[in-house]
């Protein structure tokens, strides 16, 4: 049984259009179970979110391009991902979950089937920091392909962690704005390190999860100057996304039209706008 509760069933629309080829660059697909069972030994176990219930979404919110995430109750079974991304068409991308058994061929049918990028969970309710053997076993595995790394982490890690993202062959991402919390403020350590990514010219930021951050009620608003600092902090290397079905959230669910509004509050400036939801996705998942 799901000890996940299920998205709205009816988001509203963004009172704000959203650009043309606009990307989620944060979003998972969960199932349908009888089709892609669920991983033995999961942390958690969601309602089935399959992939004609993203495409709707996306079609509802005019999001063109998305990102799928492989989620933990999947494990390293990518079925469920590359089944929603040969069915895309070439607008979504993916994001896998690699491990010590990962090897060369596995890395190259998922790059095939639209697959970009690795994710790592460093959180503890996910399982916590990956062996730093295999972590430089996917790195190597992943580097020659041009990949990137998607980290999931608490801002607080980033201090420590940060000598070695940086000396990474490869872009990385944090997941989330590194799951700060908002009510910590601006010049909170965690927020200090995200935004000294700026001089680290491999790092990115996904300005996704304000629900996360925020005191989990909507509409998030304490969350909005985190998005506008980091958006102006990292022009080039920002990325938004709705992390639809919203796994695991313990506050309001969100509604994913407010979401993208929420961007369109944080960022009034079109042209920023346009790099966080068009070009920059566009250049780091290789959006024609």
């Known amino acids: 049984m799901p000890d ?3 998205p709205l069933a009816l988001p509203s629309r963004p009172r704000y259009a959203l650009p043309p080829g606009a990307c989620d660059a ?20 969601p309602p089935d979110a399959p992939y004609a219930a993203m495409a709707a979404l996306h079609e509802r919110l005019g999001v063109e391009r998305a990102v799928l995430v492989q989620a933990n109750c999947h494990g390293s079974d990518h079925s469920a991902l590359l089944h929603a991304l040969a069915a895309s068409g070439g ?3 993916g994001v896998a979950l690699l491990g010590a058994d ?30 730093p053997a295999v972590f430089d076993h996917v790195v190597a595995l992943i580097a020659p392909l041009r990949w990137h790394l998607c980290l999931h982490l608490d801002g607080a890690m980033l201090p420590e962690l940060l000598p070695r993202l940086a ?7 944090i997941d989330h ?31 996704s999860g304000i629900d996360r951050i925020a005191s989990g009620r909507r509409p998030y608003a304490e969350g909005l100057p985190f998005v506008r600092a980091l958006a102006e902090a990292l022009p080039e290397r920002c990325l938004w996304g709705t992390d639809w079905p919203h796994p695991n959230v313990s506050g309001d669910m969100p509604d994913d039209g407010e979401l993208a509004d929420l961007l369109f509050q944080a960022c009034p400036d079109a042209a920023l706008r346009q790099r966080i939801l068009v070009d920059n996705p566009a250049r780091l998942y290789g959006f024609q």
């Open 177 to 207: 704005m590194g799951r700060l919390k908002a009510a910590d403020g601006l010049d909170s350590p965690a927020m200090r390190a995200l935004l000294g990514l700026a001089e680290v010219p491999q790092a990115w930021v996904k300005v």
């Open 26 to 45: 944060h979003c998972h697909v969960f199932g349908p179970a009888d089709v892609f069972p669920y991983a033995e030994g999961r942390s958690y176990t």
């Open 167 to 173: 000396a990474l062959p490869i872009p990385f991402v």
């Open 4 to 6: 996940c509760r299920p």
């Open 102 to 131: 990962a090897a060369e061929a596995d890395v190259r049918r998922l790059h095939e089937g639209g697959v970009r990028g690795a994710r790592f969970n460093f959180v503890p309710h996910l399982g916590g920091a990956p062996d």
């Open 91 to 93: 607008r979504y991308r």
